[in-house]
């Protein structure tokens, strides 16, 4: 049994988290002292001289006003122990004595994904077979590239022959064909019936889940004409091409010890740095780093240095995998390659201890893309130079907290001899610390992270409000309207605190904030946390009114934006917008005198 068996429901994790004392376990990694409501202590998560870290046993909350870690208890364990959500649960669980039911009802789709690691694992022995015999084409080809036969084992490395029917001839006694087909080890027929052999003539990768269980392959060609050169397995029930990472299970122990993890692109890349000594290294198979991989990774370290090919495919990859990097906040470092040379190249000419001082020496990511687009390189047009600087500041967008990224273009200003303010000028110069760390996954590089991270100050304003609790709940969700709210974490938790209907009631915090997401705890810790006076009725009055205006505000600009379209085509419905818009005018008189124009 592992924690993955677990049966973790909301009721559940509601039981362990009001069972669970926030301040004891926080205090095992800080000291903490009682402030008022609150407990204070230094940031565990980043290096501080003064407190700004405060932790809440009453609402289970935690929060960093230095560097914006923050969520639950859960969430803290899980950070502090890098553990994933099961395992921080499961440890939780057995230090306060909460039992948590095990799955026991299995459905037929659960014995089919047994079935089917079933048939991987005889899949995988079978092709491990065959490279240990005598005279193996795979192998033969595995000891001209040098790579060491005790390797051959350790990675589980096989060889698929050269034949349409040998893994159907092996296994297709003990399990029927069409699992054999679901599982990507045969390819159905494109006409007819029957199918053939996937994989043929090809030395296997295999890859494995976080488990160490067989999910899939990836086969090189062992021919010089084979075609495509690279196959992976489709995808299946229990193979997802965008969340596995190939080498993650074995490097799991390495990454947590060097506290770094090395990412590549492909499997001989993977295998160069292994024989370098580089453990903690992963591949994203061949392909770009996605979201999802950068997403699992960060759980596990948030160090990471990219050794991706020397030639400009690979560079243009680099700049991919670091904008996905520097979205889930990881501090990234890019080895340098020789022009045109991949890992297993600069083994073959350099030696492993060559190799792996290119890791240890990679610069951080920035210098590196300095390097690389060289928007200080003498001689270049302004326009030039003014493009390759677009192309930084497009990485540099990426990262979440605006501090951070005001840091990195501090540097970049030093570099490329531009003032900072003329650099930072298209970024709205807010420099106040940023109440969350983003963790928008999927959208790097672009405006989306930027707006996740920052609440309009009013809709802020009514999360407070919202989480002093008090008599003033039920009046605000009763007369607010949703059409008010812009940001969709405010809209998320206003639906929450809705849909639990007891509005008047105290508010039950750890309860109520179990339906939301983790990051959206994160983002909702720094306002909950925030110390500021209780709201009064006089306040309450106002902040709805101030929700209101800026609605008001930003109907009436985009009717003004119509009219404008209207006067210039000269459209029959500018009159119906007149109306409407002096409409507006009128009730935004009754809440107030609209907010001072600038410019
Ligand atoms: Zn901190």
Not at 152 to 164: F, M, N, R, S, V
Not at 268 to 278: K, P
Not at 457 to 485: K, M
């Amino acid at each position: 049994m592992t924690s993955s068996d677990l049966d973790i429901t909301d009721t559940v994790l509601a039981e362990l988290r009001s069972a669970s004392d926030i301040v004891q376990v926080i205090g095992d990694h800080t000291t903490l002292k009682k402030a008022g409501r609150s407990w204070k202590g230094l940031c565990p998560f980043h290096n501080e001289r003064t407190p700004s870290f405060t932790v809440d046993r009453d609402k289970g909350l935690y929060h960093c006003f230095g560097c914006g870690a923050g969520g639950d208890v859960i969430r803290f364990v899980r950070e502090i122990d890098r553990l994933d959500f099961p395992e921080a649960v499961e440890a939780l669980a057995s230090r306060f004595g909460v039992t948590i039911p095990r799955r026991q009802r299995r459905g037929p789709r659960e014995d089919r994904r047994d079935t089917l690691y079933e048939v991987l694992a005889a899949a995988q022995r079978f092709y491990a077979q065959r490279l240990s015999r005598p005279g193996n084409a795979a192998a033969k080809y595995l000891v001209e590239r040098g790579v060491p036969p005790d390797m051959w084992t350790t990675l589980g490395l096989g060889h698929a022959p050269d034949a349409w029917d040998s893994i159907s001839q092996a296994l297709s006694g003990a399990y029927p064909e069409d699992l054999l087909i679901e599982a990507g080890l045969l390819q159905p027929r494109a006409e007819g019936k029957g199918a053939y052999d996937r994989f043929r003539d090809r030395l296997l990768f295999v890859l494995k889940d976080e488990r160490g269980r067989p999910v899939g392959f990836g086969g090189r060609a062992l021919s010089p004409g084979g075609e495509p050169k690279y196959l992976n397995s489709p995808e299946s029930p229990v193979f997802s091409k965008k969340r596995l990472l190939y080498g993650l299970f074995e490097a799991r122990e390495a990454i947590r010890r060097t506290d770094r993890v090395v990412l590549v692109e492909g499997y001989f890349d993977h295998l160069a740095l292994a024989r370098a000594g580089v453990a903690e290294t992963v591949a994203s198979m061949g392909t770009a780093l996605t979201p999802e991989q950068a997403e699992k990774l960060k759980r596990l370290c948030p160090r990471a240095v990219v050794c991706y090919d020397g030639d400009s495919a690979g560079r243009k990859a680099t700049h991919g995998a670091l904008q996905l990097l520097l979205a889930q906040g990881f501090e990234a470092r890019v080895a340098r390659l020789p022009e045109g040379e991949d890992p297993d190249d600069l083994l073959a000419r350099e030696g492993p201890e060559a190799l792996a001082r290119r890791i240890d020496e990679a610069p951080d990511y920035l210098t590196w893309v300095l390097e690389d687009v060289r928007p200080d390189e003498p001689g270049i047009a302004s326009g030039e130079k003014r493009e390759r600087i677009a192309r930084i500041q497009e990485t540099l967008a990426a990262i979440p907290d605006r501090v951070l990224r005001y840091e990195e273009y501090r540097k970049l200003a030093r570099a490329v001899s531009v003032p900072l303010e003329v650099l930072w000028g298209g970024e709205k110069a807010n420099l106040r610390p940023e109440m969350t760390r983003s963790s928008s996954v999927g959208t790097p590089g672009n405006t989306a992270v930027l707006s996740a991270v920052e609440a309009p100050a009013v809709e802020t304003r009514l999360l407070r409000f919202l989480t002093a609790g008090g008599d003033h709940n039920s009046l605000i969700l009763r007369t607010l309207n949703d059409d008010f709210l812009t940001d969709p974490r405010v809209k998320r938790v206003v639906a929450v605190l809705r849909g639990a209907g007891q509005a008047s009631e105290p508010i039950d915090f750890q309860g109520q904030i179990a339906h939301l997401t983790d990051d959206e705890r994160t983002f909702i810790s720094g306002i909950a946390l925030d110390e500021s006076p209780e709201p009064t009725e006089k306040g309450v009055d106002q902040l709805l009114k101030d929700l209101e205006k800026k609605y008001l505000d930003r109907e009436s600009a985009e009717i003004q934006r119509a009219i404008d379209q209207a006067v210039a085509a000269a459209g029959p419905e500018l009159d119906e917008l007149m109306r409407r818009k002096s409409e507006i005018s009128r009730r935004r008189a009754d809440l107030g005198r609209p907010p001072q124009w600038k410019g």
